[in-house]
């Protein structure tokens, strides 16, 4: 069982920046593929962002390539989003999740664990 904590949340307005941090639980940590996903109220849990095991591939939706960066230390058995250039409609609460497996996901069914999510108001 993989235990996710993400943390970095918070209010920021148009054109501003967050790091969140996901920390996990397990020391085979460099085994899961990790990806970041994100609910608006109302709205279904969408994929954000993409990385492999070692860190070598990484993958974004559309909606952010350009602004969102996200990186891992596998020694510290945390992954990152760098948010840049934030706007309103990047408002949601954001979600890390695991992957056991190396295909590249962007369903958040396919993904085995998940954090509690932190939430991110983006204001104009």
């Known amino acids: 069982q993989v235990q996710l904590v993400e943390s970095g949340g918070g209010l920021v307005q148009a054109g501003g920046s967050l790091r969140l941090s996901c920390a996990a639980s397990?020391?085979?940590?460099?085994?899961?593929?990790m990806g970041w996903f994100r609910q608006a109220p109302g709205k279904e849990r969408e994929f954000v962002s993409r990385?492999?095991?070692?860190?070598?591939?990484?993958y974004y939706a559309d909606s952010v390539k350009g602004r969102f960066t996200i990186y891992r230390d596998n020694a510290k058995k945390s992954v990152y989003l760098q948010m840049n250039s934030l706007k309103p409609e990047d408002t949601a609460v954001y979600f890390c999740?695991?992957?056991?497996?190396?295909?590249?996901?962007?369903?958040?069914?396919?993904?085995?664990?998940w954090g509690q999510g932190t939430q991110v108001t983006v204001s104009s």
């Open positions: 999740a695991a992957d056991r497996t190396v295909t590249v996901h962007t369903s958040p069914v396919a993904y085995d664990y």
């Open positions: 397990e020391r085979t940590f460099g085994s899961y593929a």
């Open positions: 990385i492999s095991r070692s860190g070598g591939s990484t």
